[in-house]
């Protein structure tokens, strides 16, 4: 009797311990399963922290391939480099580029709030050059910084090139490859036209709302401007900068027809002119004499500022025509100014002689300074021919009507 208690007992006793090991399991495993809905919730999370419509990279970052299920590495993407994402995203912690097959991980990223620059490269006229880069090339920015590289190679045409780099569009921005990258270069047909000279027109002063007190033959009054924007828009004419007129003279890049730089010297009422470039959505550059006026006057994404000396403006200081300073002084007085020009102007590299006039010295002087262009007067289109330190421009005159600029524009 009292073995069979025993038994019984150390039965009850192994049931018991079986259960509350069994309670113990099914413990650890709702544990185990609230652990990790805690942890794909703070994942979660984490991903919608770093996801964005626009992204930067952190860090020198892996590029990503979806085959299957699986994410595969096809290429690195250096730090700081921005990108525009497509509007999914998932607990895979993946987010894919824009437009792209590629995709980055959550990790390396996070939203950027960066102003999209206006890409002007895509007014261009693609040369008919078809690339292939080699497998493992590394692509930069303009500027030099490091990109990206890829393990496979890229196919795309040529819409800018120098004589070391060809440029292309890729990942939605303008990169460079180069050219000892490339192991193939494809000759394909162009369809679009191409401007093969340009016009520079060069305006002064602007009257606003029928101010007739100035009678010089280089004011124009808001009439005048108004009907010459309003021409240019109506044609679809791209207004190029200074830096887009020289990569066409070297032939680094093919601009539409038409196309056509505008220019105003000087900087007197020339924040007149913001309005109707912001209107009719035109481009300018502004030739400032840098001692005269503040910069911050004309503060516009339409208008470029480029110099017209610091202060050397003065009439009758050089013998012959208006006495251009520049063709004269000493070279230490000049270069001083100068350089003041360029550093209040973020270093430009464009020019413009004072009343058109230069010689061989002024020529010189310019180059020095670290200018590679210089603009004059003149009554001819600019080809990739001119000389690209004696640019010409067509003075535009109180008189001058649609019908001069109509001319400019036949090929």
Same mark, same amino acid.
């Given at each position: 009797m009292k073995k069979g208690w025993i038994l019984f007992l150390v039965g009850i006793a192994f049931v018991s311990s079986g259960l509350f090991l069994l309670y113990q399991d099914e413990e650890a495993l709702k544990q185990e399963k609230r652990r990790q809905e805690v942890a794909l919730e703070e994942k979660r999370q984490a991903i919608k922290e770093s996801y964005g419509f626009k992204v930067k990279t952190i860090k020198e970052s892996s590029l990503y391939q979806k085959e299957g299920e699986e994410y595969q590495k096809i290429g690195t993407v250096g730090e700081g480099v921005s990108f525009s994402l497509e509007d999914l995203v998932d607990d895979s912690g993946y987010f894919q580029i824009k437009d792209t097959p590629y995709y980055f991980y959550y990790e390396e990223v996070r939203p950027s709030e960066e102003i999209e620059e206006e890409k002007r490269y895509l007014n261009y006229i693609?040369?008919?050059?078809?690339?292939?880069?080699?497998?493992?090339?590394? *692509? *930069? &920015?303009?500027?030099? !910084?490091?990109?990206?590289?890829?393990?496979?190679?890229?196919?795309?045409?040529?819409?800018? &090139?120098?004589?070391?780099? *060809?440029?292309?569009? *890729?990942?939605? =921005?303008?990169?460079?490859?180069?050219?000892?990258?490339?192991?193939?270069?494809?000759?394909?047909?162009?369809?679009?036209?191409?401007?093969?000279?340009?016009?520079?027109?060069n305006y002064h002063f602007i009257y606003l709302d029928g101010d007739t007190s100035c009678q010089e033959s280089i004011c124009h009054s808001e009439e005048q401007i108004r009907s010459h924007f309003s021409y240019l828009k109506d044609i679809g004419a791209f207004t190029i900068t200074t830096k887009e007129l020289e990569k066409f003279i070297k032939g680094q890049i093919q601009l539409p027809q038409?196309?056509?730089?505008? !220019?105003?010297?000087?900087?007197? =009422? /020339?924040?007149?002119?913001l309005p109707f470039l912001e209107e009719y959505g035109l481009h /300018? !550059?502004?030739?400032?004499? !840098?001692?005269?006026?503040?910069?911050?006057?004309?503060a516009s994404p339409y208008l470029e500022l480029a110099s017209h000396t610091h202060n050397l403006h003065t009439v009758g200081v050089c013998p012959g025509g208006q006495g251009s300073e520049i063709r004269c002084l000493g070279e230490e007085e000049i270069q001083e100014d100068l350089k003041l020009s360029r550093e209040t102007l973020e270093n430009t590299t464009a020019f413009c002689y004072p009343f058109y006039e230069y010689n061989d010295y002024a020529i010189a002087q310019v180059k020095k300074a670290g200018f590679t262009i210089g603009f004059i007067g003149g009554s001819s289109n600019v080809t990739t021919s001119t000389n690209p330190y004696l640019i010409p421009r067509y003075p535009i005159q109180s008189t001058t009507g649609i019908s001069f600029l109509e001319n400019l524009f036949k090929e």
């Open positions: 693609p040369f008919s050059l078809l690339i292939h880069t080699k497998k493992g090339a590394s *692509y *930069y &920015q303009e500027d030099g !910084t490091f990109l990206f590289t890829l393990l496979s190679g890229i196919k795309a045409r040529v819409i800018e &090139q120098d004589d070391d780099f *060809y440029f292309f569009s *890729y990942f939605d =921005r303008l990169v460079k490859v180069a050219k000892n990258e490339v192991e193939e270069v494809e000759e394909v047909e162009g369809e679009d036209p191409i401007a093969l000279s340009i016009p520079v027109l038409p196309s056509v730089l505008i !220019t105003i010297d000087d900087g007197a =009422r /020339a924040e007149n002119f /300018a !550059t502004l030739f400032l004499v !840098t001692s005269w006026y503040p910069k911050d006057m004309f």
